[in-house]
């Protein structure tokens, strides 16, 4: 299977400040998406993006399939986005690889 | 429904019982797919389901754990004669159709294996 390496594994950040969040992987994807486990454990689809940039609000992401790295930035953090970053891919079949994680917490 | 829900949100049983998951996927999405996460670890594809049809079970562990879904809505995850190792999140996931667009993860059910 594809191996996907998240960075970094731990991060504590005081309330408004920025992050970058990365995600390397092993072969060429055909998906890509970032999730966000909360404290209660729900799995949150963020963004959908096998290639290119998106925002969402204070959340961006941008993939270099060409160069297999994706990135999640997270900017003016809040104590909500607490919680476990997963990457995962997808390449010819149906099952996504996940990474291990980012878990990052946001100290008011 | 509105989401896809799991249950029972908690399951706590003795070694050697059986336990059945429950997962209801999103009205209309075609293919569902279970996934078992351990503690610190992102989640791991056990099987998937397009309909009614299993297509691929390559990530079940042993013949312990089967899953089902007869009428190609509601899917039933089973694991037999559990053992101490089986204690993780088993989350289900559900999506439109194939590719990973629109996947959608349910709550997932915490078993503990005692």
């Known amino acids: 299977g594809i191996q996907v390496e998240q960075s970094p594994p731990d991060l504590i950040l005081q309330e408004g400040a920025n992050s970058t969040l990365r995600c390397n992987f092993s072969d060429s994807v055909n998906n890509l998406q970032w999730f966000h486990q909360n404290p209660w454990g729900q799995l949150i689809n963020l963004f959908y993006?096998?290639?290119g940039t998106k925002q969402n609000g204070r959340l961006s992401a941008t993939t270099v399939a060409t160069e297999r790295y994706s990135l999640l930035y997270i900017s003016s953090s809040q104590t909500t986005d607490s919680g476990v970053y997963f990457c995962?891919?997808?390449?010819?079949?149906?099952?996504?690889?996940f990474g291990t994680g980012t878990s990052l917490t946001v100290i008011p | 429904g509105a989401g896809v829900s799991q249950s029972p949100r908690y399951k706590v049983t003795k070694r050697g019982q059986d336990v059945a998951l429950r997962c209801d996927p999103i009205s209309g999405h075609v293919s569902l797919y279970w996934y078992r996460q351990a503690l610190g670890q992102g989640p791991e594809f056990l099987t998937y389901f397009n309909y009614e049809a299993q297509q691929d079970k390559s990530g079940l562990p042993n013949d312990r754990f089967s899953a089902e879904r007869p009428e190609g809505s509601i899917s039933t995850l089973t694991i037999q004669r559990t053992e101490q190792r089986d204690s993780a999140m088993y989350r289900c996931a559900s999506s439109p159709g194939q590719g990973g667009y629109g996947y959608t993860f349910g709550s997932g059910t915490r078993l503990t294996v005692v």
């Open positions: 995962a891919v997808l390449n010819t079949g149906n099952q996504f690889y």
């Open positions: 993006i096998p290639s």
